[in-house]
Every structure is written in structure tokens, then in C-alpha cells.
């Protein structure tokens, strides 16, 4: 099968992302890198594409979409692995010049921006996916084709959320390159721990239950002092069916690591997924038995289409992401410009951000209820 030319902006030396992108990316054998403008800075730049040994380094994005789109050889995709703030600008010079984009999330810093990128990729009629690793693993795949049978019955309630540690202290002052541009909202956008893994939890829920809340109401904080942007986020939310949902997401919370965990309880039946154990899916009918699922075991398509190894055999958070990869490939090989039925795509990059303006705006009305939809 024809690998995909993919280019990369973003993800050069000390970033921890472009490495898992560039695993991701390689791991199905499906894309040859060959272009980047992994810095900004000229010198880190061309270090940093001789330490990946790549083809053509670029200083400037401006300039690589410009080149690669005029190279008979040039790039049919471009991975963006910058901070928040540059996603826009990046995706919408790669759309112009003719070329697919895989984008990190949060899509953009303002639905006002992610909007005009959904616009201009059906305008182009390019591929354009949002990596949400997460709805990458086989049983949240399984999981969401459940719901999808009916075994679950009518969804009453939601409750998804990601809890983690690591900005349980002010490490953005302390050298930390990782924590500095999250918690600067000149680079993070007016979202901190929302934007960062709040909008992952959201679009988790919202793909294994194929449903959108109409409303919300919200609360951020922060709880660092000096930090300029929130650390924890809650909420509650309604859905059109009338069911009912709450969504949580911490970077201060003392002992975890990354706990995104997902529980989804209809009239037939509950599921209980946890990141950190992403081979297993709980099912419980009610009145009867918890059962546990394991990748390898369950049956259909979906969780099949995203397993690699046979039954017992671990499969992890590299395979997760890889497999967005793999369906974005897919996407661009076929010419699905709009995403298959698996792939995360601008449109779920959309809904986050209007998720994240929603929460902010219920958040400056003390938690005033406000529609989303």
C-alpha cells in the first residue's frame, strides 16, 4: 500500500509530543516522513531534523507549505504538534496550499477559529482529523458499537473524567517547557486544564455514546497561586434524550497519574471504561453479573478494525494514537474528505471548542445553565 508523504510542524528537540506522533505515524507503516518545521528557532530546527534524520527541514511553515505544495514529491499531509495558539494559522496555510492536516487538540484557542477551519477544509475538500488518541482503543471502539446495538437500552446517565497530578504544584516557573505554554493562555488559549484534557474527556463520552449535550452548567478554578489559566473543571450536563451527565478534569489531583475514566448507564445496562486499563470493559446488565471484556475476546468489526496483537497481548496508548493515524490514512487513500465512521475529524475539534467556550461562559455566571448546542 502507498504510504502518505506527511510533513510535521511542531515536535522538535524537548517536545514530548512530536515523538509520539512520530510513532503514531510510523507504526502501521502507513506514512513516510519526509518534511518538517519541527522549531521556530532556525538552529533547533535543522538539529532537530538531523537528529530524526529528515529529508527536508524548513524554518518557517509559511515557507514548507509553500515548497511542498509546488514538489511533485511534496507532502499530501502535514501533522501539527504545536502549542494551541498556532493550530489556526498552521492548518489554515497546509488547507490553502492543497494539503491534508492531522491536528492536536484543542483544534484552535476560539470556536470563531475552529469554525473557519471546518469551512475552509469541506471548501478545499481535504481530510482533516483531530487527534483524540484516546477513541483510538479497540474496547472504547467496542464499547461505543454496544451502546450502538442497543445493549445498553435508552442512556440516562454520563459520567466521564480525567484526573491527573502534575500541575499540582507551580512547575510552570520551575524550567518546565511542558507546563510553561499550557498554563500561558498567550500560547494555551483561555483554557488550561479544560482545553488540555477536559476536551479529551468530552469527545470520549461523546463517541462511545454518539451523544452532544444541549447544556451545561460549569465551574473552573484555579487552585495554584499565580497560575493564569484553570486547573480543575467540573460539569454538569443535559441531553436532548433527557438523560443526564457530569464531567470532571483535574491537574490537581494528588495521586493520579492519568485516570480517564468513563461510565456510561442506560435502562438495560451500565460499562465502565479506565485509560489505564485499556485491554479490559466493564459490562453490567442490570440485575445481573459484571463482566469483564478484554481486547482480543470481544467480537465486531470495531474493535477488530483497531487490534494489532493476538488475545493477551497488551495493546497501549502508542497503538491508540497510531490508529488515529492509520484512519486518517485510510480517509486520504479513499478520498472520505468528511472522516469515515471511525475517524475524529475537524467537526469533533468543533464541538470541543464549543464545549470549551460553553463551560467558560456558564463558569463567568456562577455556573449559570447555558445551551451548547
Not at 29 to 54: C, H, K, P, T
Not at 137 to 156: C, F, S, T, W
Not at 257 to 269: H, M, P, S
Not at 346 to 351: N, Y
Request: proline share 4%.
Amino acid at each position: 500500500m502507498k504510504r502518505v508523504r506527511l510533513g510535521m510542524v511542531g515536535g522538535g528537540e524537548g517536545a514530548f509530543i512530536g515523538a509520539v506522533h512520530r510513532m503514531a505515524a510510523r507504526l502501521d507503516d502507513r506514512y513516510e516522513l519526509v518534511a518538517g518545521a519541527l522549531s521556530s528557532d532556525a538552529r533547533r530546527a535543522a538539529s532537530s531534523a538531523a537528529a530524526i534524520g529528515l529529508p527536508r527541514s524548513y524554518d518557517d511553515y509559511r515557507e514548507m507549505a509553500r515548497i511542498e505544495a509546488g514538489r511533485s514529491d511534496g507532502i499530501e499531509a502535514v501533522a501539527i504538534v504545536t502549542p494551541n495558539h498556532l493550530h489556526a494559522p498552521i492548518a489554515t496555510a497546509f488547507l490553502e496550499a492543497g494539503i491534508h492536516v492531522i491536528c492536536d487538540k484543542p483544534l484552535a484557542v476560539s470556536l470563531d477559529e475552529g469554525e473557519a477551519l471546518a469551512r475552509l477544509a469541506r471548501e478545499k475538500g481535504l481530510v482533516f482529523a483531530v487527534t483524540y488518541t484516546y477513541t483510538g482503543y479497540p474496547l472504547v471502539r467496542h464499547a461505543r458499537a454496544m451502546v450502538r446495538q442497543g445493549m445498553l437500552g435508552d442512556i440516562r446517565v454520563v459520567q466521564v473524567e480525567y484526573a491527573q497530578d502534575w500541575l499540582s504544584l507551580p512547575v510552570e516557573t520551575q524550567a518546565n517547557r511542558q507546563a510553561a505554554w499550557r498554563t500561558d493562555p498567550s500560547m494555551a488559549g483561555p483554557a488550561g486544564c479544560l482545553g488540555d484534557i477536559g476536551t479529551h474527556a468530552y469527545q470520549l463520552a461523546e463517541y462511545v455514546t454518539g451523544m452532544r449535550p444541549s447544556e451545561l452548567s460549569a465551574e473552573v478554578t484555579t487552585f495554584v497561586p499565580g497560575r493564569r489559566v484553570d486547573d480543575h473543571v467540573q460539569a454538569m450536563l443535559r441531553y436532548p434524550n433527557g438523560a443526564r451527565g457530569m464531567l470532571w478534569a483535574s491537574q490537581v489531583a494528588a495521586g493520579e497519574e492519568n485516570g480517564l475514566r468513563l461510565r456510561v448507564y442506560g435502562t438495560k445496562a451500565g460499562l465502565a471504561f479506565d485509560q489505564q486499563s485499556p485491554n479490559e470493559l466493564w459490562f453490567t446488565p442490570v440485575g445481573g453479573t459484571s463482566r469483564r471484556l478484554t481486547r482480543g475476546r470481544v467480537q465486531g468489526i470495531e474493535a477488530q478494525h483497531a487490534t494489532r496483537v493476538p488475545a493477551g497481548h497488551p495493546e497501549g496508548y502508542i497503538e491508540a494514537f497510531a490508529q488515529v493515524y492509520t484512519d486518517a490514512a485510510a480517509c486520504i487513500a479513499s478520498g472520505t474528505t468528511q472522516g469515515d465512521d471511525w475517524l475524529t475529524t475537524v467537526e469533533d475539534g468543533v464541538a470541543g471548542l464549543r464545549f470549551v467556550e460553553g463551560v467558560l461562559r456558564s463558569s463567568r455566571s456562577d455556573g449559570a445553565w447555558v445551551g451548547i448546542d
